[in-house]
């Protein structure tokens, strides 16, 4: 049965031969290059990991404060107070840059919270908070994103690990196999064509 | 060889082109970036790299205003294979001095110009300052397995 990955068996020389293996050369590297290079993006991952998920403890903490916080200044001053505070509460600035690691490009969020108004003291505290949390959130989301974006890298470069390593190599050493074989049998015919003349010719002279 | 095999080869050639274009056409000093608005270094493959400014605080918190100017940044990290597993060499002095300061740690960079860093090391440097660092994978996988054998023979 015929498929498309099937391949024709090149012409048996020894250009060929050494075009193979220069060929199988390039690919032995090249493999080591990417597993190299998945290594690095591993270790990028279980560092983003290991961030995002001291980000997340951080942030529940902080909104357990922030919750709490919130219940006594509702309680001591009221939802007139509070809704009034709000509205004089200024928007934070986020600017979203890039940052790459071994070319794949992964998200820095920065954001600046300028706020000079004053609070009653509840209300002072309970902005610092707000304001952490904002960051915080902020820099959760860009880890959680780096993650998926690292992730995805990490399965695309294992595809071609396993290509390199399970389909183009092993092809490559069977054709060296096989060139390397045939020109085993051509040089056993050949010396046993050479035998069979010299006794032919053997029996030719001694004939004679 | 088939066409199939050709089509993939050019793209795996390709791939070893671009492995280490990642690196920063310039570095730039510390000092440089604190100046600026969006503290960013271009790189070869013409993508951005950008740096916290709150690591860059913290970074000029600890070094002195003449390391400021010389040291440049980001750090690049260079990964190869050792004996066992990956080790990972920062090689200038300065930039040595600062990844032992950041981790808070004695690694003997005055002594020898460079440090070796196993990855859980290097694990702790990314997570807590993601945007100094860049890896990048060595060219000469010798240096890196001199370095970690020196280091190992000291342990």
């Known amino acids: 049965m015929t498929t498309s990955l099937q391949y024709r068996l090149p012409r048996a020389t020894k250009i060929e031969l050494l075009r193979l293996k220069k060929r199988l050369r390039l690919a032995e590297k090249l493999r080591d290059l990417l597993r190299d290079k998945m290594i690095v993006l591993l270790q990028e991952l279980y560092a983003t990991a290991l961030r995002a998920s001291n980000l997340r403890r951080k942030l529940n903490e902080l909104l357990l404060e922030v919750y709490v916080g ?108 096989s060139l390397e074989m045939k020109f085993e049998e051509m040089e056993r015919e050949e010396r046993v064509r050479s035998i069979k003349v010299k006794r032919i010719l053997e029996v030719r002279h001694g004939g004679i | 060889m088939s066409r199939q095999d050709d089509i993939i080869e050019k793209l795996f050639k390709s791939e070893l082109r671009y492995v280490n274009k990642h690196l920063p056409v310039a570095r730039k000093s510390l000092d440089e970036l604190l100046r600026e608005p969006e503290p960013c270094v271009l790189l070869r493959d013409g993508s951005r790299h950008c740096i916290r400014k709150r690591e860059l605080k913290k970074l000029a918190e600890l070094l002195n205003p003449e390391d400021r100017k010389r040291l440049l940044l980001p750090i690049i990290i260079q990964a190869g294979r050792g004996d066992r597993e990956t080790r990972y060499l920062v090689e200038n002095v300065l930039e040595a001095s600062v990844v032992e300061m950041l981790l808070g740690q004695n690694l003997g960079a005055s002594e020898r110009g460079f440090v070796v860093l196993y990855p859980l090391q290097v694990a702790e440097l990314l997570s807590s300052y993601p945007t100094l660092f860049q890896i990048t994978i060595a060219s000469s996988q010798e240096q890196i397995e001199n370095a970690s054998l020196e280091r190992s023979s000291e342990l």
């Open chain 1, 70 to 177: 919130f219940t006594e200044a509702y309680a001591t001053r009221g939802r007139a107070t509070l809704e009034a505070t709000a509205l004089g509460v200024s928007e934070p600035k986020v600017k979203v840059m890039t940052r790459s690691s071994m070319g794949v490009l992964l998200p820095v969020v920065e954001v600046d919270i300028e706020d000079g108004h004053s609070y009653p003291v509840e209300l002072h505290i309970l902005n610092a908070r707000r304001k952490e949390v904002i960051e915080t959130l902020l820099e959760l989301s860009e880890s959680e994103k780096a993650l998926e974006i690292l992730a995805t890298e990490i399965s695309r470069t294992k595809r071609k690990v396993e290509a390199l390593d399970k389909v183009l190599i092993p092809r490559l050493k069977s054709l060296i196999r």
